[in-house]
């Protein structure tokens, strides 16, 4: 019978012993090769040519996205399932768009991992439970006023969660003071407050300043 064969990578020793030992005892699973970071599993997915990549995402030298990007750029076809503890939206979203089949967390039971890997390695997609509810939430999660603002506006919101008046922000941002003017009114309006002190207020609740 022909294994799946897999390439870990890890930063953590005792993670890839651990992970290389129960998968290495499964009869259809066997791991090619291990790397320590992320470039480092750039280098060898090119050389080995593993049937899945179990990727760690938070690394030295190159993180698992960045990574996964450049291995995919290489081979489209690369199965890489990432193997994380980070749950947060910075990490889910910019993995996925990165194109990676599948999107687990170590807390997962070495059964499921296994299962993971035999899933992805016949092209299914694997997501975790959670992260299919971080996904659903942002899918169906209700648009923000701030989401249309523009970029520049946004510029400008920053710029005035700071206090500066509207010259300091035409000199800071290389715009006229007409022009600053008109983004503050265009900003009032989308997010439909009275003043700059509530423009102020909202761009720090909502953590654009």
């Known amino acids: 019978m022909n294994k799946i064969t897999i390439m870990l990578v890890d930063d953590h020793q005792m993670v890839r012993l651990g992970l ?28 080995h040519q593993p049937d899945v990549i179990l990727m760690d995402l938070v690394m030295d030298e190159m993180d698992g996205i960045e990574a996964s ?27 996925l768009e990165a194109g990676v089949k599948g999107y687990i967390l170590k807390t997962s039971q070495a059964t499921e991992i296994a299962e993971a890997v035999r899933k992805i ?9 959670s992260v299919r509810a971080k996904i659903y939430a942002k899918n169906h999660a209700k648009p923000e006023l701030h989401d249309d603002l523009t970029a520049r506006e946004r510029e400008v919101l920053k710029e005035i969660a700071k206090g500066l008046s509207n010259q300091e922000i035409a000199d800071a941002l290389f715009i006229s003071l007409k022009t600053v003017k008109t983004h503050v009114s265009n900003i009032l309006a989308k997010l439909q407050v009275e003043d700059r002190t509530q423009a102020a207020i909202y761009a720090i609740k909502h953590k654009i300043a």
């Open 121 to 129: 390695a016949v092209g299914q997609d694997v997501i975790s439970d």
């Open 20 to 47: 290389s030992s129960y998968l290495n005892m499964q009869e259809d699973l066997t791991v090619l090769v291990e790397a320590v970071n992320g470039a480092d599993g750039v280098r060898k997915a090119k050389r």
């Open 69 to 95: 990007k450049m291995i995919l750029a290489e081979n489209p076809a690369a199965k890489i399932l990432i193997l994380t503890s980070f749950l947060d939206d910075e990490k889910i979203f910019p993995a």
